[in-house]
């Protein structure tokens, strides 16, 4: 077993969950009624021991041994198997399952915080499980009470694993150009016939059978995504008791040798060799894959921006660490006297900067997914009683979702490169794990939809949905902090920081709104994730300078209580204002200038090839 370089701060959780976001307000009522704030903290007591116990000596195992194929079959690495079993028997990723299928009925809060301590501590390892429960909840939503039996209870207790197979080797991203058929059969099945690539945990050897959630064409079917059907293709036959029978007619061609992430198989599937690929249409209707499968993607999308989370908060709680016990160099209020004695690089003011360029991006990352986790859980405490409010809710979760993807796995990587840095030589060494967290944390912003494409759905498809509506009520909430912290007295300017970049933002986003008009549609994909970005700066800073309005005011409650950790999140919102926000105005006015030169460059322009 490897040693365990997995590190977590749980005061950090605590704030965010009971003082900022008042998790408090919802617990012990309907459908929440059997948890308190007891039960949360004990649970994320328990995982977190889970996490650094089990799953973090197995994190470098994972990545220096790697999975391997042989006979057709994946071989995860030594001790994988044992760590899913112990998973299941916890039970951790059952929180936030409906009881009817077996679960805890935790609010979703509490599983992303769950999911973060999990990801954190072994990404790898916990693709298997997260993915498991994305195809869980397809089949819970949209299959018949058969498949919800047969299917979806298994992959929630762990016995079976489930996948997500979109992408086809000559289409990429674009999902509408999949070829892979599927043909009815006269008893109500199909049969499956294409290759699948990317698949993360596409096989391996935790469990006895594998669920694939397969976009497929029936035959007949109209073109692009609109002709897109999900088919439930498990690689064992299921036998009518439930029993897994004979093998279905799905191969593992290869895995991919990657950059990272050498625990999670990710395999090329070949569906239909043999003619033979048994699959069930999920539910009842044809034509609806895209739709079904959006749950899953949207479901994996904030699964992501956790990955990128967790991973950038265990690569800054390293360097921390590292940065308290390395001594080099005399402090710089000695820097001419060659006795003077050495200290902790922490005191650097370099190295100072670069971990609260970490922490606040780390901070308010995590307070931006927990806001949006706890925008599902008052959506569903309001539900029957206030639909309208309801509404509100689930319209921030869909606008905050690309967001969430994009912003957090960009700065996965960038706190990682930070991280590197703070180590400086030694952080390129495998000695230490911010190696690992950088190679693991790139691909982030590849899967699951390129940041790019979350991009394009920012401002193509969630600025304006509901009529704008749902943009709207974001910009009045930012708008209502704004009026009543202007005049505060230590973040007064800070506030007018937010209040500028948020006014940009505005104009901003009509500029989108006018090139859509004007029929300048390569002006978008030009722009949009630029746009993206600064929008991303503008919540972040928002959420962090109101973790500082509560940190001041439990402050001044209780003057000696915490200060030093009260403080530093003061010291997190106003490093974020005048390093971040203060700069996005700019940005914007550069996106709004419209300079179209990588447009009119000539392809040769770009040099040879």
Known sequence: MSSNNYRVDLREFHFVLFEQLRLGELLGKPPFEAWGSDEVRMVLEETARFAREVLGPLQAVGDRVGCRL?????????????????????????????????????????????????SGSNTAFNMYAGLTTGAAEVIAQFGTPEQKERYARRMFRGQWTGTMCLTEPHAGSDVGAATTSARRMPDGTYRIKGTKIFISAGDHDLTENIVHLVLARVEGAPPG???????????????????????????????????????????????????DCVAELVGTEENQGIRQMFLMMNYARIGVGIQGLSIASTAYLNALAYARERRQGPSIRNWKDPTAPKVAIVEHPNVRRLLLDMKTRVDGIRTLIFKLAMHYDRAALLRGRDEQAAAYHLGQVELLTPI?????????????????QVYGGAG???????????????????????????????????LGQAGGRHTQELFADIQRFVAAHRSHPRLGPAVGMLSAAHEALGGAAMQFLGWFGAGQMERIPLFAESFLESMSEVVVGWLLLEGAVVALDALAREPGREREFYEGKVCSALHFAHSVLSRTPSRIAALTAGDTSPLDIPEAGFGAT
């Not at 957090?408 to 706190?415: E, F, K, L, P, T």
Request: charged share 25%; hydrophobic share 45%.
């Open 70 to 118: 042989e006979g057709g079959q994946v071989y995860t690495p030594p001790g994988f198997k044992e760590a899913w079993a112990a998973l299941s028997q916890a039970g951790w990723k059952l929180l936030a399952v409906s009881e009817e299928m077996g679960g805890q009925g935790a609010p979703r809060v509490l599983a992303a915080a769950v999911e973060e301590l999990l």
């Open 225 to 275: 995504t609109r002709g897109l059907s999900l088919f439930i293709v498990p690689k064992w036959r299921v036998a009518p008791d439930g029993t897994r029978a004979e093998r279905n007619d799905v191969e593992v061609a290869s895995i991919e040798h990657k950059m990272g992430l050498h625990g999670s198989a990710t395999a090329v599937l070949v569906f239909g060799e043999r003619d």
């Open 404 to 420: 969430v993807k994009a912003y957090a796995s960009d700065q996965a990587w960038r706190v990682c490169e930070w991280a590197i």
């Open 428 to 462: 390129y060494l495998r000695d230490h794990p911010v190696e690992q967290y950088a190679r693991d944390a790139k691909v982030f912003s590849i899967y699951e939809g390129t940041n790019a494409i979350q991009a394009l759905d920012l401002v193509g498809r969630k």
